[in-house]
């Protein structure tokens, strides 16, 4: 099973927002997504969720390769077409963004449509979770939407095709014409022992050669056994001053300055846990934290969605159920140091970017909201952010 329920009704529109033609744009990719396009992608694969990213991002990347179209999509989403220049209204991170809007990790693991979301209107986007060797992840089915609950259910386990794969991806993409910054969430294979996790790391960090605007080390994922221990303080500690010094060591030997490492943390650590690790990260370097990733929390769902998912189906809640805790930890990650903050988690509409921006976060990202709004989504965070 991998949809339930009906959806709810959409909540009011954000408080301000752009006008004149800014703001018939978004009406107009609003009502276009829920009206033709969703119902179309939430019924491919006889609704199975996975099957729709998939054949989604086929269809992202298909569009990259039919002459004139991305400039096509990007008139009328208000993104930018190969080529064209991103600007740097935003600086986080010492990296220069056009807006505060991005795709979260986890949409797009290896690079696949890279200039379709650049036409689409996205400000960045972050890559993977990659991992030095591909793999499978966890069997399937493990994306579930819960339709009625706002929220996915999922319980992938980076399934990818290694980083040397998403590297080059990119790397083609730029030549292409790809414009905005790209992030590149980096993690450890389910099979590498949790003591040689910085191996994998460190790994990553080498292959990606310092082309990605950014690296993110995953240690906040539900899916892979074991991968929270490592924000405990003491391998926390090591892991970050391990891949720093590994990416310093890579832009030494490359003559370049280093990209900056950024940490992403879980929405399920309490207050005392998250405090110490944004401490940690500050102390060894780390240039800013993502905050947060799914939750292992099950409060936020409906009743029936609630009894579906059980204690004993496995995966993070991602979506409007995560929406007040993302909220929060950012407001507690701001609080408790200077580094800059991405804040993702529950940001279904133009207010949740709104309010996640007002608790302190630098940037933005989206991934369930996106899937549920579309492209609407993106142009209003970006108009009132």
């Not at 998250?274 to 769902?301: K, M, P, S």
């Amino acid at each position: 099973m991998t949809q339930r329920g009906d959806l709810p009704a959409r909540t009011g529109p954000a408080r301000t927002g752009p006008s004149g033609a800014g703001a018939v744009r978004e009406r107009v990719l609003g009502g276009g997504y829920e009206h033709l396009a969703r119902p179309v992608l939430f019924r491919l694969g006889g609704g199975d969720a996975e099957t729709a990213h998939h054949t989604t991002l086929q269809g992202a990347a298909a569009a990259a390769r039919v002459p004139g179209l991305l400039h096509l999509v990007a008139a009328a989403t208000g993104g930018l077409a190969p080529g064209q220049p991103a600007g740097g209204r935003v600086v986080c991170a010492g990296v220069a963004f056009g807006h505060r809007v991005g795709l979260a990790a986890g949409v797009d693991k290896d690079g696949t449509a890279l200039l379709t979301w650049q036409a689409l209107g996205l400000g960045h986007v972050e890559l993977g979770t990659v991992t030095p060797r591909p793999q499978h992840g966890n069997p399937r089915p493990r994306v579930h939407r819960l339709r009625a609950s706002r929220a996915v259910l999922n319980a992938m386990g980076f399934p990818n095709a290694g980083v040397e794969a998403a590297v080059h991806r990119l790397r083609v993409a730029r030549d292409e014409g790809l414009t905005i910054p790209v992030g590149l969430s980096i993690g450890k294979n389910k099979d590498t022992p949790l003591a040689r996790a910085l191996e994998d790391y460190a790994a990553c960090v080498r292959v990606a050669a310092g082309l990605p605007d950014y690296l993110a080390v995953n240690i906040s994922s539900p899916n892979t056994p074991g991968l929270r221990g490592l924000a405990d303080p003491e391998p926390l500690r090591a892991l970050l001053a391990g891949v720093v010094a590994a990416e310093r060591e890579r832009a030494d030997a490359a003559g370049t300055p280093p990209v900056p490492v950024l940490c992403k943390v879980a929405p399920d650590m309490d207050d005392a846990a998250l405090h110490a690790a944004v401490g940690i990260a500050q102390e060894e370097g780390v240039a800013g934290i993502i905050a947060t990733n799914t939750t292992l929390r099950r409060d936020g769902l409906t009743a029936e969605d609630r009894a579906w998912v059980g204690p004993e189906r496995p995966g993070g809640v991602s979506g409007a159920p995560l929406t007040d805790r993302a909220r929060e930890v950012v407001r507690l990650v701001r609080a408790g140091c200077d580094l800059p903050v991405v804040g993702v988690g529950g940001v279904m509409t133009p207010q949740d970017g709104v309010e996640l921006v007002r608790a302190g976060a630098d940037l933005v990202q989206v991934y369930t909201g996106f899937i549920y709004a579309g492209p609407a989504l993106v142009a209003g965070i970006a108009a009132r952010t």
